[in-house]
């Protein structure tokens, strides 16, 4: 008996276990696998294997049941995830339905997954900014959160690592607020968007620079990207299907084959990550427990180091579950703030505008990717009553319009015979920084459980003052520039849209400096349980205003090039 227990465990065991599949748990089980170690990655959803499982990718609009349109009654049963835009009958195979994982709204917060191998990297739009040193410095230099513990000057060879592989186009602009990376070639602007990046030039002096966007397309593949089996983006504009040319970067083309091909990798769908098991004895994290999404049973499974990637908040529920005589309010949390601190983008604000200039051009075809505009307000000193700033995007669109007045022949010649618009259409929308504040938290619910007998999470995160002074100050600012530009007809909305449907919430298991104040020291590591390591969103001390996929990135490969060099130490 006993030698059947001891199999049963070593077939258990494995060098390292991953939980989640996603962007940054692809970039954890490449790297780990890579170093050789034996991993385990555990993925609460289905398999969705590259290329076979894209059931739409492919599909004319005719081709769709509705046209593309959702059936009647599925956007009404789902009121939280039918407000994220890329949510469509082409999509909804990718999303997670609001009834399959309920959780606690103790204030309104539309909380956006993809549970499936990939994760979100399938639906992400693959805007790809770095940091720069202004935001992580941000929080010593401005008062708030903590000091992060690492700077720029650390991450920026790891974003070059991640850079290479994934296959980021973009422009080399020498803009202080957005250093450059390792780009492929960039997107080009068409004509309007190049004439208000000129335009601003000129007006401000280059303070307030207008570039294109920068994202994980593959513009002109790299020997290290067909190696990947993965070829050149041909601006379909359909990558929330999926993309069965692995032009765009996701897990699924890129990090999870690539890990596959190791040998070294065992992929488990169907796999809840109900918490993480730790040893008083060892005084350090052995295993975990998981519940088979088919059967109900619970298993275990042990390694020698974890790294939990199961997206920001579902990483901190994990953590505040995982609870033992040690650690009983949640893994590591002597302090009391986990589930605390967590922050998200601030997109409640749109401008549009009319611009009459250019009518003798348009655009044609399709560019998955836009201009953008690097954080401009409060960079180098302190200059409004509100702390941070805002990056934006930037588009121009001619447009056009067909006549659908008259019947028979009238209507064919006036479809068929679109006309262009006498105006460009110009638009900017904001992605503000928020502050972390111990007030916005996630908790485990006393009472509700999820169908797997987890507690629910219960999330309490709102706006502040700092986001709507920062909001006037983006319409005012964007209708200055506007106005200078020439644009007409300029209309601002605040949407006040509810926090999540930015996508990028953040924080909860922050790093820092002091094992006081923080959660996860300079590598990711949790201060009080030096095996377990948190890479993705719920690592972020601040949030900047970047796009923050391609910083979970860089943390992870980081992270497992330490976690590797200590367990070969056996330091861990
Ligand atoms: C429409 C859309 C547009 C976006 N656009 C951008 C963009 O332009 N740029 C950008 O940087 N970001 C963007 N994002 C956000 C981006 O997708 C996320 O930042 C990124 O996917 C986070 O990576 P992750 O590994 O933390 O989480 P995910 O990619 O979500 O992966 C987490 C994985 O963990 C699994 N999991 C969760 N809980 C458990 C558990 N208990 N046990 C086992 N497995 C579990 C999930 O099923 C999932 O597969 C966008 C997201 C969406 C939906
Ligand atoms: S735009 Fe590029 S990445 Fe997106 S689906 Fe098309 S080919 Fe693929």
Wanted: hydrophobic share 35%; with cysteine; aromatic share 10%.
């Amino acid at each position: 008996m006993a030698n059947l227990n001891t199999d049963a465990i070593k077939r258990r065991t494995y060098d390292a276990i991953v939980i989640g599949s996603g962007i940054s748990g692809g970039w954890a089980a490449k790297e780990l696998t890579g170093k050789g170690l034996k991993t385990l990655v555990l993925e609460r959803g289905r398999e969705v294997k590259h290329v076979v499982d894209y059931p739409t990718a492919q599909l004319h609009p005719w081709e769709l049941p509705n046209r593309g349109q959702m059936r009647s009654g599925v956007n009404e049963a789902n009121p939280v995830v039918s407000k994220c835009y890329a949510f469509g009958e082409a999509t909804e195979q990718f999303f997670v339905k609001d009834a399959e994982h309920p959780y606690v709204q103790e204030k309104p917060f539309d909380w956006i997954r993809g549970y499936q191998t990939g994760g979100k990297s399938l639906l992400w739009a693959r805007q790809t900014q770095r940091w720069s040193k202004y935001d992580f410095e941000g929080p010593a230099r401005d008062g708030f959160a903590v000091e992060w513990p690492i700077s720029y000057d650390d991450l920026a060879p790891w974003y070059s690592y991640v850079e290479k592989f994934a296959g980021i186009s973009g422009n080399r602009d020498g803009v202080a607020a957005l250093p450059d990376g390792e780009f492929l070639p960039p997107h080009p602007m068409n004509c309007v968007e190049q004439y208000f990046s000129e335009s601003m030039a000129k007006t401000f002096g280059g303070a307030r620079p207008i570039i294109i966007g920068r994202c994980a397309h593959i513009t002109q593949p790299q020997p290290i990207h067909l190696e990947q089996g993965r070829s050149k983006c041909a601006h379909r504009t359909l990558c929330e299907r999926g993309c069965p040319l692995g032009g765009y970067f996701s897990s699924n083309a890129s990090t999870l084959p690539w890990a596959a091909k190791t040998g070294k990798m065992t992929l488990r769908p169907h796999s809840v990550v109900h918490s993480i098991i730790y040893d008083e004895k060892k005084q350090k994290a052995v295993g975990v427990r998981v519940i088979d999404s088919n059967t109900k049973e619970t298993e275990e499974f042990y390694a020698k180091i974890i790294f939990v990637n199961a997206a920001a908040l579902n990483s901190n529920l994990i953590l505040l579950n995982s609870t033992s005589n040690r650690f009983p309010n949640g893994l590591g949390n002597d302090n009391g703030l986990l589930g605390k601190y967590i922050a998200f983008h601030n997109y409640r604000a749109t401008i549009n505008a009319n611009y009459e200039g250019y009518l003798d051009k348009t655009t044609e075809g399709r560019r998955p990717n836009s201009a953008y505009i690097p954080r401009f307000r409060n960079l180098l000193k302190q200059e409004t009553d509100f702390l941070r700033g805002y990056a934006s995007g930037f588009s121009a669109n001619r447009g056009q319009r067909d006549d659908r007045n008259g019947w028979g022949e009238d209507l064919k010649t006036g479809i068929l015979n679109p006309k262009l618009n006498d105006f460009w259409s110009v638009g900017s929308h904001m992605m503000g920084e928020t502050i972390p504040k111990e007030s916005n938290y996630v908790a485990l619910d006393k009472d509700q459980r999820d169908p797997w007998g987890i507690p629910q999470l219960r999330i309490s995160v709102d706006y502040d003052e700092n986001d709507v002074k920062m909001t006037k100050d983006f319409f005012e600012q964007l209708t200055e520039m506007y106005t200078k530009a020439g644009f007409t007809n300029i209309r601002t909305n605040d949407s006040n849209r509810t926090p999540g449907l930015d996508i990028h919430e953040m924080g909860g298991v922050r790093m820092g400096k002091d094992p006081k104040t923080s959660l996860l020291n300079e590598w990711n590591q949790l201060h009080h349980c030096k095996n377990v390591f948190v890479t993705d969103g719920a690592c972020m001390t601040s949030t900047a205003t970047q796009n923050p996929s391609l910083t979970y990135m860089a943390f992870t490969a980081r992270a497992a090039d330490y976690a590797v060099k200590q367990l070969k130490a056996k330091n861990l």
